[in-house]
T-cell receptor, first 117, second 112 residues
Framework: AQTVTQSQPEMSVQEAETVTLSCTYD???????LFWYKQPPSRQMILVIR??????QNATENRFSVNFQKAAKSFSLKISDSQLGDAAMYFC??????????????FGKGTKLSVKP | ETGVTQTPRHLVMGMTNKKSLKCEQH?????MYWYKQSAKKPLELMFV???????ENNSVPSRFSPECPNSSHLFLHLHTLQPEDSALYLC???????????FGAGTRLSVL
Protein backbone atom coordinates (compact mmCIF):
# COMPACT_ATOMS: atom_id res chain seq x y z
CA ALA A 1 0.00 0.00 0.00
CA GLN A 2 1.13 3.52 -0.74
CA THR A 3 2.10 5.87 2.08
CA VAL A 4 2.84 9.59 2.25
CA THR A 5 5.12 11.10 4.89
CA GLN A 6 5.49 14.75 5.81
CA SER A 7 8.28 14.91 8.35
CA GLN A 8 7.85 18.57 9.33
CA PRO A 9 4.78 19.10 11.54
CA GLU A 10 5.45 22.85 11.65
CA MET A 11 7.51 25.34 9.66
CA SER A 12 8.01 29.08 9.89
CA VAL A 13 9.15 31.60 7.28
CA GLN A 14 9.72 35.33 7.19
CA GLU A 15 7.53 37.30 4.82
CA ALA A 16 9.14 37.64 1.35
CA GLU A 17 11.51 34.75 2.05
CA THR A 18 11.52 31.26 0.53
CA VAL A 19 10.50 28.06 2.31
CA THR A 20 10.54 24.41 1.29
CA LEU A 21 8.13 21.81 2.63
CA SER A 22 9.16 18.17 2.45
CA CYS A 23 7.18 15.15 1.34
CA THR A 24 8.24 11.57 0.70
CA TYR A 25 6.10 8.70 -0.46
CA ASP A 26 6.32 4.99 -0.91
CA UNK A 27 4.92 3.16 -3.92
CA UNK A 28 5.73 0.30 -6.25
CA UNK A 29 3.89 1.94 -9.15
CA UNK A 30 5.77 3.66 -11.94
CA UNK A 31 3.01 6.07 -12.90
CA UNK A 32 1.02 8.17 -10.45
CA UNK A 33 0.01 11.71 -9.50
CA LEU A 34 1.24 13.88 -6.66
CA PHE A 35 -0.51 16.92 -5.23
CA TRP A 36 0.00 19.70 -2.73
CA TYR A 37 -3.15 21.01 -1.09
CA LYS A 38 -3.38 24.08 1.14
CA GLN A 39 -5.87 24.35 4.01
CA PRO A 40 -6.06 27.86 5.50
CA PRO A 41 -7.96 28.63 8.72
CA SER A 42 -11.12 28.91 6.62
CA ARG A 43 -10.76 25.10 6.28
CA GLN A 44 -11.25 25.10 2.49
CA MET A 45 -8.80 22.58 1.03
CA ILE A 46 -7.34 24.24 -2.05
CA LEU A 47 -5.24 22.56 -4.74
CA VAL A 48 -1.88 24.30 -4.98
CA ILE A 49 -0.02 22.23 -7.53
CA ARG A 50 -0.12 18.87 -9.30
CA UNK A 51 2.65 16.70 -10.73
CA UNK A 52 2.36 13.72 -13.06
CA UNK A 53 5.09 11.16 -12.39
CA UNK A 54 5.80 10.51 -16.07
CA UNK A 55 6.72 14.16 -16.57
CA UNK A 56 10.30 14.94 -15.67
CA GLN A 57 9.74 18.67 -15.66
CA ASN A 58 8.88 20.06 -12.25
CA ALA A 59 5.44 21.69 -12.01
CA THR A 60 5.23 25.41 -11.32
CA GLU A 61 2.32 27.67 -10.40
CA ASN A 62 3.35 31.30 -9.92
CA ARG A 63 5.28 31.44 -6.59
CA PHE A 64 4.82 27.72 -5.97
CA SER A 65 7.10 25.09 -7.47
CA VAL A 66 7.98 21.51 -6.72
CA ASN A 67 11.18 19.51 -6.68
CA PHE A 68 10.13 16.08 -7.87
CA GLN A 69 12.79 13.40 -7.40
CA LYS A 70 11.21 10.19 -8.67
CA ALA A 71 14.07 7.86 -7.81
CA ALA A 72 14.21 9.20 -4.28
CA LYS A 73 10.39 9.29 -4.04
CA SER A 74 10.55 12.87 -2.88
CA PHE A 75 8.13 15.69 -3.71
CA SER A 76 8.96 18.95 -1.97
CA LEU A 77 7.07 22.23 -2.31
CA LYS A 78 8.93 25.53 -2.59
CA ILE A 79 7.12 28.76 -1.83
CA SER A 80 8.96 31.86 -3.03
CA ASP A 81 8.36 35.42 -1.84
CA SER A 82 6.18 34.15 1.02
CA GLN A 83 3.09 36.16 1.82
CA LEU A 84 0.97 36.36 4.96
CA GLY A 85 -1.83 34.64 3.07
CA ASP A 86 0.36 31.58 2.59
CA ALA A 87 -0.04 30.70 6.26
CA ALA A 88 -1.94 27.41 6.32
CA MET A 89 -1.71 23.65 6.67
CA TYR A 90 -0.12 22.08 3.62
CA PHE A 91 -0.92 18.50 2.68
CA CYS A 92 0.96 16.31 0.28
CA UNK A 93 -1.15 13.66 -1.48
CA UNK A 94 -0.59 10.69 -3.77
CA UNK A 95 -2.92 9.11 -6.25
CA UNK A 96 -2.65 6.05 -8.43
CA UNK A 97 -3.60 6.62 -12.09
CA UNK A 98 -6.06 3.76 -11.98
CA UNK A 99 -9.74 4.16 -11.36
CA UNK A 100 -11.91 2.84 -8.57
CA UNK A 101 -10.54 2.49 -5.08
CA UNK A 102 -6.99 2.35 -6.42
CA UNK A 103 -7.38 5.93 -7.54
CA UNK A 104 -8.18 7.32 -4.11
CA UNK A 105 -6.11 10.17 -2.71
CA UNK A 106 -3.67 9.24 0.06
CA PHE A 107 -2.71 12.18 2.27
CA GLY A 108 0.19 12.95 4.55
CA LYS A 109 -0.39 14.35 8.03
CA GLY A 110 0.32 17.90 6.95
CA THR A 111 2.77 20.71 7.71
CA LYS A 112 1.59 23.86 9.45
CA LEU A 113 3.25 26.88 7.87
CA SER A 114 3.46 30.18 9.75
CA VAL A 115 4.49 33.40 8.00
CA LYS A 116 6.08 36.13 10.12
CA PRO A 117 5.61 39.76 9.09
CA GLU B 1 -15.46 29.76 -3.42
CA THR B 2 -14.54 26.47 -5.08
CA GLY B 3 -18.01 25.36 -6.06
CA VAL B 4 -18.47 22.84 -3.24
CA THR B 5 -20.71 24.02 -0.40
CA GLN B 6 -21.13 22.24 2.92
CA THR B 7 -23.76 22.90 5.56
CA PRO B 8 -23.82 23.38 8.44
CA ARG B 9 -20.37 24.80 9.13
CA HIS B 10 -20.56 23.75 12.77
CA LEU B 11 -22.63 21.10 14.50
CA VAL B 12 -22.84 20.06 18.13
CA MET B 13 -24.83 16.96 18.90
CA GLY B 14 -25.46 14.56 21.71
CA MET B 15 -24.73 10.88 21.40
CA THR B 16 -28.41 10.03 20.96
CA ASN B 17 -29.22 12.68 18.35
CA LYS B 18 -29.78 12.18 14.64
CA LYS B 19 -28.43 14.81 12.29
CA SER B 20 -27.38 15.14 8.66
CA LEU B 21 -24.51 16.87 6.90
CA LYS B 22 -25.15 18.27 3.44
CA CYS B 23 -22.80 18.80 0.52
CA GLU B 24 -23.68 20.45 -2.78
CA GLN B 25 -21.39 20.89 -5.78
CA HIS B 26 -21.93 23.36 -8.61
CA UNK B 27 -19.08 22.12 -10.82
CA UNK B 28 -20.95 19.59 -12.93
CA UNK B 29 -18.91 16.74 -11.48
CA UNK B 30 -20.09 13.15 -11.32
CA UNK B 31 -18.12 11.81 -8.35
CA MET B 32 -18.41 12.87 -4.71
CA TYR B 33 -16.53 11.97 -1.56
CA TRP B 34 -16.75 12.16 2.23
CA TYR B 35 -13.54 12.50 4.25
CA LYS B 36 -12.93 12.64 8.00
CA GLN B 37 -10.18 14.94 9.28
CA SER B 38 -9.08 14.36 12.88
CA ALA B 39 -6.34 16.19 14.71
CA LYS B 40 -2.82 14.94 13.91
CA LYS B 41 -4.07 12.23 11.54
CA PRO B 42 -4.12 12.11 7.75
CA LEU B 43 -7.42 12.68 6.02
CA GLU B 44 -9.42 9.48 6.01
CA LEU B 45 -11.57 8.62 3.03
CA MET B 46 -14.99 7.44 4.19
CA PHE B 47 -17.23 7.07 1.13
CA VAL B 48 -17.02 7.53 -2.62
CA UNK B 49 -19.96 7.94 -4.98
CA UNK B 50 -19.65 7.80 -8.75
CA UNK B 51 -22.69 8.51 -10.92
CA UNK B 52 -24.78 8.32 -7.75
CA UNK B 53 -23.62 4.76 -7.00
CA UNK B 54 -21.54 4.08 -3.89
CA UNK B 55 -18.25 2.65 -5.05
CA GLU B 56 -16.28 2.79 -1.82
CA ASN B 57 -17.11 2.25 1.83
CA ASN B 58 -13.89 2.41 3.75
CA SER B 59 -14.85 0.25 6.75
CA VAL B 60 -16.93 3.06 8.18
CA PRO B 61 -19.21 2.25 11.15
CA SER B 62 -22.90 1.95 10.34
CA ARG B 63 -23.71 4.98 12.50
CA PHE B 64 -22.57 6.95 9.43
CA SER B 65 -24.99 6.55 6.53
CA PRO B 66 -24.32 8.33 3.22
CA GLU B 67 -26.91 9.26 0.63
CA CYS B 68 -26.42 10.58 -2.89
CA PRO B 69 -29.82 11.45 -4.42
CA ASN B 70 -28.25 13.03 -7.52
CA SER B 71 -24.83 13.95 -8.84
CA SER B 72 -24.93 17.41 -7.24
CA HIS B 73 -25.88 16.46 -3.68
CA LEU B 74 -24.34 14.26 -1.04
CA PHE B 75 -25.54 13.73 2.51
CA LEU B 76 -24.03 12.09 5.55
CA HIS B 77 -26.66 10.95 8.03
CA LEU B 78 -25.44 10.61 11.60
CA HIS B 79 -26.98 8.67 14.47
CA THR B 80 -25.82 7.38 17.84
CA LEU B 81 -22.38 8.91 17.41
CA GLN B 82 -19.48 8.57 19.83
CA PRO B 83 -17.26 11.36 21.19
CA GLU B 84 -14.37 10.02 19.06
CA ASP B 85 -16.43 10.88 15.98
CA SER B 86 -15.80 14.56 16.69
CA ALA B 87 -13.84 15.84 13.70
CA LEU B 88 -13.95 17.97 10.58
CA TYR B 89 -15.95 16.27 7.84
CA LEU B 90 -14.95 17.30 4.35
CA CYS B 91 -16.82 16.75 1.12
CA UNK B 92 -15.12 16.74 -2.28
CA UNK B 93 -16.15 16.28 -5.89
CA UNK B 94 -14.37 15.42 -9.13
CA UNK B 95 -15.09 14.76 -12.77
CA UNK B 96 -14.66 11.02 -12.89
CA UNK B 97 -12.86 9.05 -10.23
CA UNK B 98 -9.51 10.06 -11.71
CA UNK B 99 -10.26 13.79 -11.84
CA UNK B 100 -8.83 16.45 -9.55
CA UNK B 101 -10.79 16.64 -6.31
CA UNK B 102 -12.24 19.97 -5.20
CA PHE B 103 -13.15 20.33 -1.55
CA GLY B 104 -15.73 22.13 0.52
CA ALA B 105 -14.93 24.02 3.73
CA GLY B 106 -16.14 21.17 5.91
CA THR B 107 -18.48 20.72 8.84
CA ARG B 108 -16.89 20.88 12.28
CA LEU B 109 -18.72 18.22 14.31
CA SER B 110 -18.59 17.97 18.07
CA VAL B 111 -20.21 14.98 19.79
CA LEU B 112 -20.91 15.50 23.47
Amino acid sequence: AQTVTQSQPEMSVQEAETVTLSCTYDTSESDYYLFWYKQPPSRQMILVIRQEAYKQQNATENRFSVNFQKAAKSFSLKISDSQLGDAAMYFCAYRSPYGGSQGNLIFGKGTKLSVKP
Amino acid sequence: ETGVTQTPRHLVMGMTNKKSLKCEQHLGHNAMYWYKQSAKKPLELMFVYSLEERVENNSVPSRFSPECPNSSHLFLHLHTLQPEDSALYLCASSQGLSGIQYFGAGTRLSVL
